[in-house]
């Protein structure tokens, strides 16, 4: 089965721009999330998307928004970047996104703000 | 609050030495998840381990073990006769339940260095 893929791998975007990640989770997983790693704060959540619904949101400004279609892809949108959002975006996938279901991530997109 | 602690921020050790990550956690719920994850080079978050609240068997897979200690809410990790490949983050992490699905609430990481 293949695993959770992430596109791109690598993005350079300059202040003020806006960008969009794309996730595609593992076959048969409905439930989506995202994290955003970076040194200074660690991993931290984002959302979590489940049957094209956001079910749970982390605190993150209205910038970062996401969505995730009807076969289960999921992709996340950040406006008006700032430095402060490079960091490594991972996505998550797991069964139905319920306590006893296993995340499994993706390669993750890193994301450099000039 | 759910809270992870790792407070080893960096392990350097031999190859086939024996290694022991530490993880100490915070939560209020009564039945809740954790978990290991280790972070190659190459960024992927691979998953290592799970384990319920309600089950503090310890476990042993290959060179990995874990040690679960409800009275201490501890989740630790040992790798045994280390190898370089073992080089990486590891993260230990802790379910957080919020609008009928969870999240998880993870450590700083520990940075694990195996050398030959």
């Known amino acids: 089965k293949a695993g959770v893929t992430q596109t791109p791998r690598y993005l350079i975007k300059t202040r003020g721009q806006q960008v969009t990640l794309s996730c595609s989770p593992i076959?048969?997983?409905?439930?989506v999330s995202w994290y955003q790693q970076t040194p200074g704060q660690g991993l931290q959540f984002l959302f979590e998307?489940?049957?094209?619904?956001?079910?749970n949101k982390g605190n993150f400004p209205g910038r970062f928004s996401g969505r995730q279609f009807s076969n289960s892809r999921s992709e996340m949108n950040v406006s008006t970047l700032e430095l402060g959002d490079s960091a490594l975006y991972l996505c998550?996938?797991?069964?139905?996104?319920?306590?006893?279901?296993?995340?499994?991530f993706g390669p993750g997109t890193r994301l450099t703000v000039l | 609050a759910q809270k992870v602690t790792q407070a080893q921020t960096e392990i350097s050790v031999v190859e086939k030495e024996d290694v022991t990550l530490d993880c100490v956690y915070e939560?209020?719920?009564?039945?809740?998840?954790l978990f290991w994850y280790k972070q190659p080079p190459s960024g992927e978050l691979v998953f290592l381990i799970r384990?319920?609240?309600?089950?503090?068997q310890n476990e042993i897979s290959g060179r990995y073990s874990w040690n679960f200690q409800k009275s201490t809410s501890s989740f630790n990790f040992t790798i045994t006769a280390s190898q370089v490949v073992d080089s990486a983050v590891y993260f230990c992490?802790?379910?957080?339940?919020?609008?009928?699905?969870?999240?998880?609430?993870f450590g700083k990481g520990t940075k694990l260095t195996v050398n030959p």
């Open positions: 992490a802790l379910s957080d339940p919020q609008g009928g699905s969870e999240k998880l609430v």
């Open positions: 939560t209020r719920d009564t039945t809740y998840y």
């Open positions: 998550a996938s797991s069964s139905r996104g319920y306590r006893t279901d296993t995340q499994y």
């Open positions: 998307y489940f049957s094209e619904t956001q079910r």
């Open positions: 076959s048969g997983h409905r439930s």
């Open positions: 384990r319920n609240s309600f089950d503090e």
